[in-house]
């Protein structure tokens, strides 16, 4: 070896042999006897590419390239040291100088649609590496690089079939495969990507990968008992497996399988702590069960790792606002729906908790511009219908209404708001159908399940059994299991001091309910009773002001979760909790099925109990809740005089002589609302205006300013044998 090409040649020997150290000492020797020589410089920058050194290859392939400044293959291997070393535009601009040396080139081809990929060019890769399966159609390597450059282009479909021509040109490859089934699952084509995932299996049954594709498409197909088996035997296989963990996190959440789906989360972000989409599904989880502070600590770290997350921002500003955090609350919605200026779902979880809050005028401007996006929205229809039926506007509703449930049949809150419309609009009947059928597509939906309830009082073919029989299914499905327990209060048993009486309702304002328990918080006895006040009322009024100047303690509690309101209570130190809502809208049942209070009432606001065991008692009357019926109920019936009570209001006029004293016509009136008048209610009234002749009845109810409403109920009363004069 006493030349520059004897020590080239047998540099090139321990090259091939693998022998890479002697080889490259005896390249540099060459360069040290011949500096720039081509041929030492563009093995030796092989060499160094091979062994981790891209950047040191780099000079070596200049030298090269120097001498041979067109060479196809130097400039292919510059391009590979280029990528290697992170260098992804260089590297492509080197494969297109190899590719116009010798056109058709297919490592070339291959390489820069790669790297147009890395680029984030996928379109243009996807080009380029069509040209190189024209060239080279039996290589399943670019086939399946094809693959991946159509799926990051948005082309689904053309990337399943570029996966499937890789995976039938090498049968054996199970990476291939794996490719192939997560495509066919991101079409929804789920039984071929099942069927794909078992032939996987079948040459590999360990293949971790291959069980969480099957998983995938198994759920998405229905099978969740099947699904859960598949993620479970690749997360055993692959602990580190995040996405088994998270989807069977996922599949449990949505079981309502508290603890075992926390732990499958905890497994998820052990295996990959900055994974957001975890973090976003578990804060979302564990603020669904009230655990809120540890929420905020996934949602917080979500929104810290994903700042333009639009998902996490609304799962955060949900949460806020049931701490009470309501400014921080609309903060995040807000943000979200600047985040994805042109989605609906932000507007609608805005225009939602908007509506909740009483503040439906924006509510209605949010949804109308979430409509504006996209017109045939079930979920904006059917909430912009109940914003107006809430503002008075039901001739305006019901289209809205109708068309969301034509849209979504099978998704319970449309289905549900629906039927809560039919009640405000005075068809109870109606409406029981549809808000029976939302229970059954949302058995976990506690406000579907409690409108219900509220129509159940409608009619009249439902017996007392029957209702109270609901109301024990809705405890069971939503608040079993959420006290305490009955001796956890540490009130001091003091005799001599003030009971402390706290008051939960939506309605403290100018409402029914509110005349009927308003005397009582106005005539408790001061010197040994203190009156606490827990508000969800949703827009304040003269009424609201009353209550509150009434009040020892007041608390606006309407955005805070169930759990924070037990909370506040229990560290209140209330003696007595009393309930005036029962299933109308704004209760807070689930916060006293925790038992925040040594003793808990139901009231005056809706006197047809409640299901809850850990309510103590319900105040009735004798005439209101036979004695027979009394065992049906959840709670003991505690009897006063009269159930309900009333002060005149103040505005109201001096009493005069009825005018029926007078010789004029006789006239009955109701003013209920009219889903509370019966079709055998209206045959009596019937019978009764024929009996007094020239009489007239009078009915009250904001739904007959709809003219398709006032016709409905004029068509009742026809039908009943009421003149409609």
Known sequence: MTGPAEMLT?????????????????????????PGQPDASYFLGALLVQTGRPAAALERYADALRAR?????????????????????????????????????????????????????????????????????????????????????GDPEG???????????????????????????????????????????????????????????????????????????????????????????????????????????????????????????????????????EAMLDLDRAVSLAPTDAVARMNRGDVRLRRGDREGGFADLRKAVALEPASVKPRTSLAMALTQAGLLAEAGAVLQEALALDPRNPVALSLLGVVLTLGGATAEARPLLEEAVRLAPGMPEVVGNYGMFLIRNGDGAAALPWLRRARELGPGNEQVHGGLIFALDFDPAVDVAEAQAERRRWYDAHCRGLSPGRGSHANPPDPERKLRVGYVSADFRQHSAAYCFRPVLDRHDRSRFEVHCYSSTPAEDGMTEAFRAAADGWRDVGPVDDGVLADIVRGDGIDIL???????????????????????VSAWGHVTGTGIPEIDALFADPVLIPEEERPLFAERVVDLPCALCLDPPAEASGIDLAPAVAPASFTFGCLNRLSKVSDETLRLWARLLGRVPGSTLLLKDPVLDDAASRGHHVARAVAAGIDPD
Do not use: M
């Not at 090259?15 to 890479?20: E, F, I």
């Not at 890769?125 to 991946?148: C, F, H, Y």
């Not at 759920?219 to 998270?246: C, F, I, K, M, V």
């Open 10 to 34: 047998a540099a090139l020997g321990h090259h091939r042999a693998g022998r890479l150290d002697e080889a490259e000492a005896l390249y540099l020797r060459v360069l040290g006897a011949v």
């Open 159 to 293: 990337a399943a079939e570029a996966l499937s021509q890789a995976a039938g040109l090498a049968p054996g490859r199970t990476d291939l495969l794996e490719a192939l089934a997560a495509a066919l699952a991101g079409l929804g084509r789920n039984a071929e990507a099942a069927e794909v995932s078992r032939h996987c299996l079948a040459l590999a049954p360990g293949n971790a990968r291959a069980h969480y594709n099957l998983a995938v498409a198994l759920e998405a197909a229905g099978g969740t008992a099947a699904a859960e088996e598949s993620y479970r035997a690749a997360a055993a296989l692959a602990p580190d497996l995040a996405e088994a963990h998270y989807n069977l996190g996922n599949l449990l959440a949505a079981r309502g399988e508290a603890k075992a789906a926390l732990d499958a989360y905890g497994r998820a972000l052990a295996a990959r702590p900055d994974y957001v989409d975890c973090l976003n599904n578990r804060g979302r989880f564990l603020g669904g069960i009230g655990r809120l502070e």
């Open 69 to 153: 400044p067109g060479n196809p293959e130097l400039l292919f291997n510059a391009g590979v040291a280029l990528d290697a070393a992170g260098r992804a535009a260089e590297a492509a601009d080197h494969y297109r100088r190899s590719l116009a040396a010798r056109p058709g080139f297919v490592p070339a081809l291959n390489n820069l649609g790669l790297a147009l990929c890395r680029l984030g060019r996928p379109a243009e890769a996807a080009a380029i590496l069509r040209d190189a399966v024209s060239a080279a159609p039996d290589n399943a390597e670019l086939w399946a690089n094809l693959g991946t450059a159509l799926r990051a282009a």
């Open 578 to 600: 009393v309930d005036l809502s029962g299933h109308t809208a704004g209760n807070r049942l689930r916060a006293f099925a925790r038992k925040p209070a040594p003793v808990q």
